[in-house]
């Protein structure tokens, strides 16, 4: 009979979450994993598999994590403008405000993993589809608020902000100066004026 676990899965593998949005994939070690995450390595793998089935699993309960910010973003009840202004600023002081500048674990990995590992650019494939539906949405709303250009496509917009707000993400972990990003944030709502 197996014996039952004391321990609370949703917190350990949100310890593996901040271990392995610290340092990857590839720089996380077994030990760093067991020593964080407060268990025994059979505990581990028993639980969430091997390191490469706990990864896929601290991604996704990330994502889910972020979803959050997406019922913020469709809440917010502001101009276009507004909200994407908010979304992008987000984005820097989310980025530069953490000391360790871990960045977007999303971000993270599509950089680390998503060229060879078809799984994991699959989950990174899903998650930007969500947001640019998210995005879509915002703009096709302005559209009929008259708030932006009929001209516009919104599914190209949604792109497009969607990489403006990753490429952020990744640009703020090597430099935490948030006055040189405003001028990013500035040209980027220029599209929307």
């Given at each position: 009979?197996?014996?039952?676990?004391?321990?609370?899965?949703d917190?350990?593998?949100?310890?593996?979450?901040?271990?392995?949005?610290?340092k990857?994939?590839?720089?996380t070690?077994y030990?760093?994993?067991?020593?964080?995450?407060?268990i025994?390595?059979?505990?581990m793998?028993n639980?969430f598999?091997?390191?490469?089935?706990?990864?896929?699993?601290a991604?996704?309960r990330?994502?889910?994590?972020?979803?959050?910010?997406?019922?913020?973003?469709?809440?917010s009840?502001?101009?276009?403008?507004?909200?994407?202004?908010?979304?992008?600023?987000?984005?820097?002081?989310?980025s530069?405000?953490?000391?360790?500048?871990?960045?977007c674990?999303?971000v993270?990995t599509a950089?680390?993993?998503?060229p060879?590992?078809?799984?994991?650019?699959?989950?990174?494939?899903?998650?930007?589809?969500?947001?640019?539906s998210?995005?879509?949405?915002?703009f096709?709303?302005?559209?009929?608020r008259g708030?932006?250009s009929?001209?516009?496509?919104?599914?190209?917009l949604?792109?497009?902000y969607?990489?403006t707000?990753s490429?952020l993400?990744?640009?703020?972990?090597?430099?935490p100066?948030?006055?040189?990003?405003?001028?990013?944030?500035?040209i980027?709502?220029?599209?929307?004026s």
């Amino acid at each position: 009979m197996a014996r039952p676990r004391n321990f609370d899965e949703d917190q350990v593998l949100d310890r593996a979450i901040e271990v392995f949005w610290e340092k990857g994939y590839h720089a996380t070690s077994y030990e760093e994993l067991v020593n964080r995450m407060g268990i025994n390595r059979a505990s581990m793998y028993n639980t969430f598999g091997d390191k490469h089935q706990l990864y896929t699993q601290a991604l996704q309960r990330y994502r889910e994590k972020s979803r959050t910010q997406f019922d913020r973003w469709q809440a917010s009840n502001q101009r276009i403008q507004e909200t994407i202004r908010m979304i992008l600023n987000e984005a820097v002081q989310e980025s530069i405000s953490d000391p360790q500048r871990k960045g977007c674990m999303v971000v993270n990995t599509a950089t680390e993993l998503g060229p060879s590992d078809p799984e994991i650019a699959e989950i990174i494939r899903q998650n930007q589809q969500q947001v640019e539906s998210v995005l879509k949405e915002l703009f096709i709303q302005a559209q009929q608020r008259g708030e932006i250009s009929a001209d516009l496509q919104p599914e190209a917009l949604a792109r497009f902000y969607y990489n403006t707000f990753s490429g952020l993400r990744v640009m703020a972990r090597a430099n935490p100066d948030a006055t040189s990003y405003r001028d990013v944030v500035d040209i980027a709502l220029k599209v929307i004026s």
